[in-house]
């Protein structure tokens, strides 16, 4: 049985170049470096690569929605795309990585009781220590996978979309940008004043909703205007949002809000040839972002603090391998049991129409995740 084809747009591209720049943001904090890479629209470059994930994933949730509006499905289809990595992971960290490179015994490893509670990161409750595993050695210490914070936030935003969408179709922008302005308000808190849940600031995970969130509203946009994302108006965007920004600092954060998930899904949601076929051999931008911070962690310990050119290679290397495994032997098994349930509900619930259904344009459109969107160039004589 074949695996999940890829897209025909860019946007398998522009995910493995959130993951690689959330690598590369996290390469200088964990080799003691000083972060010399500058940032773009007020943003981290670390932080930068999450905002393309949730900004991706706001605009092709809200769409498995539209064409799927069942809870079961969406439900299956959303666990059997995060989890079942997500597991792998966990458990290869505890009982592989964990017994290899711990400072105490196996013994001790095993008996404090830190070691199997790290499993409730199966659950989106990040732990992101183990007992003695590097804990020294290392210029960030005591840090397994630092990268976990993000998965409590991207479930939020999956919990939501079915929630917002209960009203009628025509009133959903609205409660996306009502949920949008009060996560702007929690985003707003500062961190050391930010309460913690399930690990992770709520001040965070509010910003990770707003592009979310964004993306969505892009969405809902994109259904009835098959011309919003247009080329010539997204390189526009960005330089005028670049200037605006070094004239009024204080303006590039708030801006980008709406700037950045436009720019990053009129470029994924192109078609450009080679770009496109990114994912050719596999989706890695899950898996390479799940194993990527412990993989550098690795590498500064069995290495050492080398040049950040061949840390970079190396851990980009061997994050890239990981995650071709997993791909092949874990989540693109997972999708294809995804894809029968999903399919399979939806081929029953088309046998009977429902009142009030949306119009067969919007229910019976290419899915988003496996056709390109309808772009418009800058020049009308080249292809989408």
């Not at 732990?127 to 210490?141: H, N, S, W």
């Not at 496109?276 to 898996?287: E, I, K, M, Q, V």
Request: proline content about 8%; some cysteine.
């Amino acid at each position: 049985m074949s695996a999940p084809a890829p897209r025909s747009n860019n946007l398998d591209a522009l995910r493995l170049l959130g993951a690689a720049a959330v690598i590369l943001g996290h390469a200088y904090h964990l080799t003691g470096r000083p972060l010399l890479i500058p940032g773009l629209f007020g943003y981290p470059v670390q932080t930068l690569g999450v905002v393309v994930f949730f900004s991706i994933s706001g605009y092709l949730i809200t769409a498995s929605w539209s064409r799927s509006p069942s809870v079961v499905s969406y439900t299956a289809a959303r666990a059997l795309r995060i989890f079942p990595a997500l597991i792998v992971v966990v458990l290869i960290t505890v009982f592989v990585l964990g017994p290899l490179v711990t400072t105490q015994t196996v013994g001790q490893y095993f008996d404090n009781p830190r070691t199997l509670h790290y499993l409730v990161n199966i659950v989106m409750q990040p732990q992101y220590d183990l007992p003695g595993v590097f804990a020294t050695d290392v210029p960030y210490p005591n840090a397994v996978n630092g990268s976990l914070w993000t998965l409590p936030a991207e479930l939020f935003c999956y919990l939501m979309v079915p929630l917002l969408c209960l009203v009628p179709r025509f009133a959903r922008p609205v409660t996306f940008a009502a949920a949008l302005v009060v996560s702007l308000v929690l985003a707003a808190i500062p961190a050391v004043d930010s309460p913690v849940i399930w690990g992770t600031r709520v001040s965070d995970a509010a910003l990770m909703w707003v592009f979310f969130a964004a993306g969505a509203l892009l969405r809902l946009a994109h259904e009835r205007w098959r011309g919003l994302f247009r080329t010539d108006v997204a390189v526009v965007l960005g330089l005028a949002y670049l200037m605006l920004s070094a004239l009024q600092p204080t303006w590039t954060t708030k801006i980008s809000w709406i700037a950045l998930p436009y720019i990053v899904l009129t470029i994924g949601l192109a078609s450009t040839p080679y770009v496109r076929r990114a994912a050719r051999y596999g989706d890695l931008s899950y898996g390479m972002y799940l194993v990527g911070f412990p993989v550098q962690q690795l590498v500064v310990v069995y290495v050492g603090v080398v040049a950040m050119s061949l840390n970079l290679v190396l851990v980009v290397a061997i994050s890239a391998m990981l995650a071709l495994v997993s791909w092949h032997l874990v989540e693109a098994p997972s999708m294809r049991l995804k894809n029968r349930l999903v399919g399979r509900r939806t081929s029953r619930a088309a046998q009977v129409p429902r009142a009030g259904d949306p119009s067969p344009s919007l229910v019976d459109e290419p899915a988003a995740e496996t056709a390109a969107a309808q772009v418009t160039p800058i020049r009308r004589s080249s292809s989408a």
